[in-house]
């Protein structure tokens, strides 16, 4: 299976900490997504990606959020200084151009719990 | 901003009934997709809409896009237990989407 995968599935870190994530997007996809959800809400845009370039990121993110995609296949998401408002699934998605729409792929996300 | 207000929040149904939930907003989009999210897990992606009025069958789901491209509905026949989720829609243009909040699909056997 060639689908989204992200890396690690669950996270429990505490208040305070650093931690970065993973997503391997599907191989041809030029478009990389992150989104964060929490219980009960559809998923919030964080950012996206283009290839290696970043194209825009949500105002709601603080400085505290930071993502890379460096060759333009996997990128990272980082939070430092973590918040128990960070608490949430952070999904990934990636996308290409299919017709006139994009379709975007998610994979199975990473649950972060900050105590 | 581009807000999608989806109705009802819940449903629950019996196995055998039939079922339509919506997906409503003020905007226009290019574009407009339904995924089904299990917990704990990534949406997957059920099906795109393009076109204004264009109506989309997959199996006993229906999906219609609004003729202005601002709405949308899901319609489930004779419902499934297999078919308990949430049911997202999003609302796509320049390939961004915006996400609504989801209704919660429960089937009882």
């Known amino acids: 299976d060639t689908g989204v995968s992200q890396d690690p599935r669950h996270k429990i870190t505490k208040r305070g900490q650093n931690v970065t994530f993973r997503c391997d997007p599907i191989?041809?996809?030029?478009?990389l997504y992150w989104y964060r959800q929490t219980l009960g809400q559809g998923p919030e845009f964080l950012t996206y990606?283009?290839?290696?370039?970043?194209?825009?990121k949500s105002r709601l993110l603080s400085d505290r959020f930071s993502a890379e995609r460096p060759k333009g296949s996997f990128s990272t998401l980082e939070i430092q200084r973590t918040e128990q408002g960070d608490s949430a699934m952070y999904l990934c998605?990636?996308?290409?151009?299919?017709?006139?729409?994009?379709?975007?792929?998610f994979g199975p996300g990473t649950r972060l719990t900050v105590t | 901003t581009q807000l999608l207000e989806q109705s009802p929040q819940f449903l629950s149904i019996q196995e055998g009934e039939n079922l339509t939930v919506y997906c409503n907003s003020s905007s226009v989009f290019s574009s407009l997709q339904w995924y089904r999210q299990e917990p704990g897990e990534g949406p997957v992606l059920l099906v795109t809409v393009v076109t204004g009025g264009e109506v989309k069958k997959l199996k006993r789901l229906t999906f219609q896009f609004g003729d202005a491209r601002k709405d949308s509905s899901l319609h489930i026949t004779a419902a499934q237990p297999g078919d308990t989720g949430l049911y997202l829609c999003a609302g796509t243009n320049a390939g961004k989407s915006t996400f609504g909040d989801g209704t919660t699909l429960t089937v009882k056997p």
């Open positions: 998605a990636s996308s290409t151009r299919t017709g006139t729409a994009y379709e975007q792929y």
């Open positions: 191989s041809e996809h030029n478009r």
């Open positions: 990606f283009q290839n290696e370039a970043q194209l825009e």
